[in-house]
């Protein structure tokens, strides 16, 4: 990564960033940030919310095809073409059924393990395979996955959290993998994982004693633009952390 601002690569015209799962947490920070450098700003939620003066809100759950072929199909009716996508949806743990991540294989359970596969891993994936529909191959692109570094397979030293580990290291290998195929073909895209840090949202609420440092959404969202906006197209398929450094696979 260097310098080189990609946006600064866009032609003028007004830009649109769509981000999934932007109702609340750090996906809605970076609403915030991208809506005051002028971007109009898209949002998914399962929620239905109204539309504000500043963010335009579409359902979707982000786990369906039937609710990604709907919500396409309402973009694409509209002709929206987004310069930025950022998808923000994950889990890590569950708190209507009481399930927290494992401390040992012992506490597996495999409902929880599908379910961070469904959220962490297929639902990059189904961005992949539907949002390609929505973006211009002659404009610069980023889409940008919020990932962990907890998903890094050469940086696990600790062990623990498999489920969450376990489909955040396949959802690096989805990054790396349509990062290829789709290169082939869309020569301005990038497509990237972003380690948020440790941030202070209802995910991370549990877990932040441990934390050396917590992060308000609103200053990792900051970080996380900063990363984006220094991207080249060699970056495509990698995995940043939001002081711009790779996380290794
Ligand atoms: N917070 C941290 O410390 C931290 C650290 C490392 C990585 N991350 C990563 O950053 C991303 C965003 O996390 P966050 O902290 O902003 O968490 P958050 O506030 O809980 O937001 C996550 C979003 O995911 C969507 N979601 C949750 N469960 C879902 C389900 N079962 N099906 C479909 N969508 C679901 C929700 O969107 P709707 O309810 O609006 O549909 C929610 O807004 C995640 O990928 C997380 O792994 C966070």
């Known amino acids: 990564m260097n310098k080189n601002n990609i946006n600064n690569l866009n032609e003028n015209s007004p830009k649109n960033i769509l981000v999934l799962g932007g109702s609340d947490?750090?996906?809605?920070?970076?609403?915030?940030?991208?809506?005051?450098?002028?971007?109009?700003?898209?949002?998914?939620?399962?929620?239905?919310?109204e539309n504000s003066n500043k963010f335009v809100f579409y359902s979707l759950d982000a786990t369906k095809e039937e609710s990604w072929q709907k919500f396409i199909k309402d973009i694409n009716e509209k002709n929206i073409i987004f310069d930025i996508i950022v998808n923000t949806v994950g889990i890590l743990h569950d708190d209507k059924n009481n399930i927290f991540p494992e401390k040992s294989i012992k506490n597996l359970n495999s409902n929880f393990f599908m379910q961070n596969i469904e959220v962490n891993t297929l639902v990059s994936a189904l961005c992949m395979k539907y949002l390609v529909e929505c973006i211009n191959k002659n404009k610069n692109t980023i889409i940008a996955h919020l990932t962990a570094r907890l998903g890094?397979?050469?940086?696990?030293?600790?062990?623990?959290?498999?489920?969450?580990?376990?489909?955040?290291?396949?959802?690096?290998?989805?990054?790396?993998?349509?990062?290829?195929?789709?290169?082939?073909?869309?020569?301005?895209?990038?497509?990237?994982?972003?380690?948020?840090?440790?941030?202070?949202?209802?995910?991370?609420?549990?877990?932040?004693?441990?934390?050396?440092?917590?992060?308000?959404?609103?200053?990792?969202?900051?970080?996380?633009?900063?990363?984006?906006?220094?991207?080249?197209?060699?970056d495509t398929g990698k995995i940043f952390d939001y002081t711009g450094s790779i996380v290794p696979y």
Not at 28 to 47: D, H, M, Q, W
Not at 204 to 224: D, G
Request: one cysteine or more; a positive charge.
């Open 152 to 234: 890094s397979i050469s940086d696990n030293n600790i062990g623990g959290w498999l489920s969450y580990r376990a489909s955040k290291a396949a959802q690096h290998m989805v990054i790396k993998t349509t990062s290829i195929e789709l290169g082939r073909n869309y020569k301005k895209l990038i497509i990237i994982g972003l380690h948020p840090g440790t941030v202070d949202t209802k995910l991370s609420k549990p877990f932040q004693k441990s934390a050396k440092k917590v992060f308000t959404a609103q200053e990792s969202a900051i970080k996380l633009m900063t990363v984006i906006n220094n991207l080249e197209f060699k």
């Open 25 to 49: 947490g750090i996906g809605l920070a970076i609403c915030k940030v991208y809506e005051k450098l002028g971007y109009n700003v898209y949002i998914t939620s399962r929620s239905i919310i």
